[in-house]
């Protein structure tokens, strides 16, 4: 746990004047812990993982190479992301927590999957998330992210924060068809 000090009744900067990993030791119980943070953490408004596919428009024939690619949604925190606390639920210091992205697995919804990878897929033909499906019907696709986080309080570096946020994205639907193919002659 990081020290920090300012004067009785100042309005100055708090300083930080060292570290101790006695936190019981320090004057008054004014001291964020590190399980306060966790829980802050864990109610950190995420953003979504979220799943694209090409060919878009949500249809796509049997045994067709299918590109996926992981997105996150435009509300909430995506990795890298700072959320900066309120100082006056912190007893006046400035927390800040980043998610950071640990990995992703991508549910095809067809009782498949792939991962936990690093990868967040691609178009094509340079992504390399890519899936055809055997038999027609409508499959749920969707990512699950595994999320780590640091903390931050005052400015002072940046610090693990225990544990792992694990996020379910909304399902997006892709309709797997057959076509039936035939010869014509020329001009009829």
């Known amino acids: 746990m990081y020290v920090y000090r300012r004067p009785y009744g100042s309005d100055g900067p708090w300083v930080q004047v060292g570290w101790t990993c006695w936190s019981v030791l320090l004057p008054g119980s004014n001291t964020p812990t590190m399980a306060m943070i966790e829980a802050a953490f864990h109610r950190t408004p995420f953003a979504d993982p979220e799943v694209s596919i090409q060919p878009v428009g949500g249809r796509t024939l049997i045994r067709l190479d299918n590109w996926f690619a992981m997105k996150w949604s435009e509300s909430g925190y995506e990795p890298e992301e700072i959320d900066t606390l309120n100082p006056a639920d ?46 027609a019907g409508t499959y749920g696709v969707r990512a699950t992210t595994v999320l780590k986080g640091e903390v931050s309080l005052n400015g002072s570096e940046w610090i693990a924060i225990p544990g792992q946020a694990d996020l379910t994205g909304p399902t997006t639907d892709l309709e797997v068809v057959t076509a ?6 020329a001009g009829n």
């Open 180 to 185: 039936k193919n035939s010869l014509y002659l």
């Open 90 to 135: 912190w007893f006046s210091l400035r927390v800040r927590i980043k998610p950071i992205f640990e990995s992703v697995t991508y549910d095809f919804g067809d009782g498949t999957s792939q991962g936990p990878t690093t990868s967040l897929g691609g178009v094509y033909p340079s992504g390399d998330i890519v899936k055809a499906y055997e038999a």
